[in-house]
């Protein structure tokens, strides 16, 4: 069964794109927390950062990657962003599909609260 971002990634699922390489996809959270709220995913499925192997870790800099890439497409490098990752329920994890949040357009408190 594929999740749900494996869905938006087939393009199964509608959602607004706003970056692309031959492996991530970044687009728009639904319920955004940020005037630019943007999840990155990878197009390979790993649920957790629980799942990551030396073989597939390089996934994880693929999303870094992306993440330098949107905030100079917003315009918010200098500014500043964050990018979060939650693994499993007790961190708030709803989709079990690895993903980077990237937030920016508002002052970022920390921590966080
Ligand atoms: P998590 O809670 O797993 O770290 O983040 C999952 C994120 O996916 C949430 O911020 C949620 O708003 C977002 N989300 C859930 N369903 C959809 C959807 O169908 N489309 C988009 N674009 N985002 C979604």
Redesign the pocket.
């Known amino acids: 069964m594929a999740t ?1 971002f494996t869905k ?1 990634i087939q393009r199964e ?1 509608p ?2 794109i706003v970056y692309e390489t031959e492996q991530v996809l970044a ?5 955004p ?1 940020a005037p630019h ?1 943007v ?1 990155i995913v990878p197009k390979v499925e790993i649920p957790t950062i629980n799942d990551l192997t030396p073989e597939n870790a390089h996934h994880i800099g693929e999303l870094f990657l992306a993440a330098k890439e949107i905030a100079l497409k917003f315009g918010v490098a200098e500014e500043g962003y964050r990018v979060v990752m ?1 693994c499993n329920a007790g961190a ?4 079990f599909h690895l ?1 980077l ?1 990237f937030l920016a357009g508002r002052p970022l408190h920390w921590p966080p609260g």
């Open positions: 749900l938006i699922i959602a607004k687009f728009e959270d639904i319920n927390q709220h999840l939650n708030g994890q709803t989709v993903h949040h």
